[in-house]
């Protein structure tokens, strides 16, 4: 779920990049900025880096499973599913000769969001679909004490960025579990 949620948004962002810059290269990548062994990940410069920030559980919404019924009249216990919301990086890795078309591009990618209203749905994001019906996006605001501990956590030396919280992915994988019978009332 996570993926396919955030390959269908990086492939959008290239589309709409490509369109309102009149370029023909994807300029987003999905990936860390840095190696677990502390190296750089990212070969390519000028290029915008998408990269999966946090992962929380959704608390607003029900952890109650249900019931449902099959097709012949039984039921089955269905549990709900983890609901999650995921926060996502857009960090400028250009080269300091690029430094302002670094920050045309995060301007560009707060636009997208912004074109958007913030919403990714199978009309507007076509490989969502069969994935989920609708994600929003919120810019997260950072005060400088934050944004450096994020920094510090991913393990990179700033870069201008922008933080966005995608709402809610719901995991859930449905176990074949035993059918309980229809009682009728005699």
């Given at each position: 779920?996570?993926?396919?949620?955030?390959?269908?948004i990086?492939?959008?962002?290239?589309?709409?990049?490509?369109?309102k810059?009149?370029?023909?290269?994807?300029?987003?990548?999905?990936?860390?900025?840095?190696?677990?062994?502390?190296?750089?990940?990212?070969?390519?410069?000028?290029?915008?880096?998408?990269?999966?920030?946090?992962?929380?559980?959704?608390?607003?919404?029900?952890?109650?499973?249900?019931?449902?019924?099959?097709?012949?009249?039984?039921?089955?216990?269905?549990?709900?599913?983890?609901?999650?919301?995921?926060?996502?990086?857009?960090?400028?890795?250009?080269?300091?000769?690029?430094?302002?078309?670094?920050?045309?591009f995060?301007?560009?990618t707060?636009?997208?969001?912004?074109?958007?209203?913030?919403?990714?749905?199978?009309?507007?994001?076509?490989?969502?679909?069969?994935?989920?019906?609708?994600?929003t996006?919120?810019?997260?605001?950072?005060?400088?004490?934050?944004?450096?501990n994020?920094?510090?956590?991913?393990g990179?030396?700033?870069?201008?960025?922008?933080?966005?919280?995608?709402?809610?992915?719901?995991?859930?994988?449905?176990?074949?579990t035993?059918?309980?019978?229809?009682?009728?009332?005699?």
């Open positions: 779920m996570i993926h396919e949620v955030m390959g269908a990086q492939a959008e962002l290239n589309k709409f990049l490509k369109s810059h009149n370029i023909t290269e994807d300029k987003v990548l999905l990936s860390n900025l840095v190696n677990i062994d502390g190296t750089l990940a990212i070969q390519e410069t000028d290029k915008i880096i998408m990269t999966l920030g946090n992962i929380e559980q959704e608390r607003s919404k029900s952890t109650t499973g249900t019931y449902e019924q099959t097709e012949k009249g039984g039921f089955i216990k269905v549990n709900a599913p983890v609901n999650i919301n995921i926060m996502i990086m857009f960090s400028a890795y250009f080269t300091t000769e690029n430094y302002m078309e670094g920050l045309k995060i301007s560009s707060i636009a997208f969001f912004q074109s958007r209203n913030g919403v990714f749905d199978p009309q507007n994001t076509p490989a969502l679909n069969n994935v989920i019906d609708k994600v996006a919120e810019l997260l605001p950072m005060e400088f004490r934050d944004m450096s994020v920094w510090s956590v991913l990179s030396k700033y870069l201008p960025s922008v933080l966005y919280r995608l709402k809610t992915l719901p995991i859930q994988h449905k176990m074949n035993p059918v309980i019978p229809y009682i009728k009332n005699t």
